[in-house]
């Protein structure tokens, strides 16, 4: 697995930058993705941080190699299952 580092400096990011964006993500979900990454790039191995997140270590890895291949793209959570997601009547009418 490539070093956290070396996928922050490929995807043009750095350690400061991702605590940022895991205080300002909009969502709870995307929050716990960034301190994922950066607890990874701090802490080691995703048992460890699946322990300290209280996730499955193997949930933890896919996000991982998920940004490895794709990026800070691929912190963003698209919903899969379940209800959807509401939106208010003035953003869903067209313009």
Known sequence: MVEIAAMLVRW???????R????R???ARKRKRWHA????AQEGPTSRVAEMLERD???????LSD???????TI????????PILIPAEQATPK
């Open 12 to 18: 043009q990011m750095d350690f400061s930058g991702v």
């Open 20 to 23: 940022e964006l895991m205080y």
């Open 25 to 27: 993500s909009p969502t």
């Open 37 to 40: 990454l950066r607890l990874l």
């Open 57 to 63: 270590a193997h949930t933890i890895a896919i996000g």
């Open 67 to 73: 940004f490895d291949k794709g990026g800070p793209e």
């Open 76 to 83: 963003a959570f698209e919903q899969t299952s379940g209800r």
